[in-house]
Antibody, heavy 121, light 108 residues
Framework: QAQLVQSGAEVKRPGASVKVSCKASGYTFTSFAMHWVRQAPGQGLEWMGWINTGNGDTRYSQKFQGRVTITRDTSASTAYMELISLRYADTAVYYC??????????????WGQGTLVTVSS | EIVLTQSPGTLSLSPGERATLSCRASQSVTSNSLAWYQQKPGQAPRLLIYDASSRATGIPDAFAGSGSGTDFTLTISRLEPEDFAVYYCQQYGSSPRTFGQGTKVEIK
């Protein structure tokens, strides 16, 4: 059974950066892409980007282009999401989500527990 | 970018009642690549439906997805106490992947 365990909550100053980790277990890490989704307090879900864990290729939402970097360490079965130049509006729970391959593409059957990132002065 | 609009914003129903949630896309969703998720407070979303109408593993048959093109529906045939939550639709046929704003199903 796939399991994703994320790093703990973070508090950051505006302008700083944050790096959230997502450690995978229970499956072959490089066989499935990893996506990142965030959720501001009381708000909906927002897709940020994804990484092909096999070859490292990435694709980002235009909204976060230039501020987000998703990487992976295959030896540690861990994906990372780094967000720079943090703003108050970046306060959110950040989730990693493993792709679930279906006929129409891939959705998310496995999620991390979420990491709360608070941007505060 | 495909915009998904969910309605209603909030649905107030009693246990045992039927819930009908709508998700409308601003343009046709490729290959009916649409999923529904359930989210409870403090928890990650849970996949219910994929490819518009296929139930995910372990999801009771009280949950049914339907629709195609731009109009999709999630139906919960008989609400159980544990079904009161927020429901999101998501399209994964086009990039960027997008979510609807959610429908809250609350106890009346």
């Amino acid at each position: 059974q796939a399991q994703l365990v994320q790093s703990g909550a973070e508090v950051k100053r505006p302008g700083a950066s944050v790096k959230v980790s997502c450690k995978a277990s229970g499956y072959t890490f490089t066989s499935f892409a990893m996506h990142w989704v965030r959720q501001a307090p009381g708000q909906g879900l927002e897709w940020m980007g994804w990484i092909n864990t096999g070859n490292g290729d990435t694709r980002y939402s235009q909204k976060f282009q230039g501020r987000v970097t998703i990487t992976r360490d295959t030896s540690a079965s861990t994906a990372y999401m780094e967000l720079i130049s943090l703003r108050y509006a970046d306060t959110a729970v950040y989730y990693c989500a493993r792709e679930h391959l279906v006929s129409g593409g891939s959705c998310y059957a496995y999620w991390g527990q979420g990491t709360l990132v608070t941007v505060s002065s | 970018e495909i915009v998904l609009t969910q309605s209603p914003g909030t649905l107030s129903l009693s246990p045992g009642e039927r819930a009908t949630l709508s998700c409308r896309a601003s343009q046709s969703v490729t290959s009916n690549s649409l999923a529904w998720y359930q989210q409870k407070p403090g928890q990650a979303p849970r996949l219910l439906i994929y490819d518009a109408s296929s139930r995910a593993t372990g999801i009771p048959d009280a949950f049914a997805g339907s629709g195609s093109g731009t109009d999709f529906t999630l139906t919960i045939s008989r609400l159980e106490p544990e079904d009161f939550a927020v429901y999101y639709c998501q399209q994964y046929g086009s990039s960027p992947r997008t979510f609807g704003q959610g429908t809250k199903v609350e106890i009346k």
